[in-house]
């Protein structure tokens, strides 16, 4: 059975830190992308930073370069995502994504349940 199971959300203070973490398992984690992804009250869903699954590259979205970084441990199964410096606008649910486009086969994307963010004095 496929899991991805988020943690790490909380209320923090603005220019506080938070470490979320999302534990894979079901599925062979080490050759999938993985991606978090936030939703503010509404607003769609946004990409915040993604890693892949060999070299480890990582992409941020603009508004979060260089407060956030994500990391993955691939023995442990799990994506982390250390966000420093939060704003009141990093308020949202953040979601972790698993996607593996397989040659010739369709493509296979994982989400999980959402942690909540909350920055706010």
């Known amino acids: 059975q496929v899991q991805l199971v988020e943690s790490g959300g909380g209320l923090v203070q603005p220019g506080g830190s938070l470490r979320l973490s999302c534990a894979a398992s079901g599925f062979a984690f080490s050759i999938y992308a993985m991606t978090w992804y936030r939703q503010a009250p509404g607003k769609e869903r946004e990409l915040v930073a993604t890693i892949t699954s060999a070299a480890g590259n990582t992409n941020y979205a603009d508004s979060v370069n260089g407060r956030f970084t994500i990391s993955r441990d691939n023995v442990k199964n799990t994506v982390f995502l250390q966000m420093d410096s939060l704003k009141p606008e990093d308020t949202a649910v953040y979601y972790c994504?698993?996607?593996?486009?397989?040659?010739?086969?369709?493509?296979?994307?994982?989400w999980g349940q959402g942690t909540q963010v909350t920055v706010s004095s």
């Open positions: 994504n698993a996607r593996y486009a397989p040659p010739f086969s369709p493509l296979r994307s994982y």
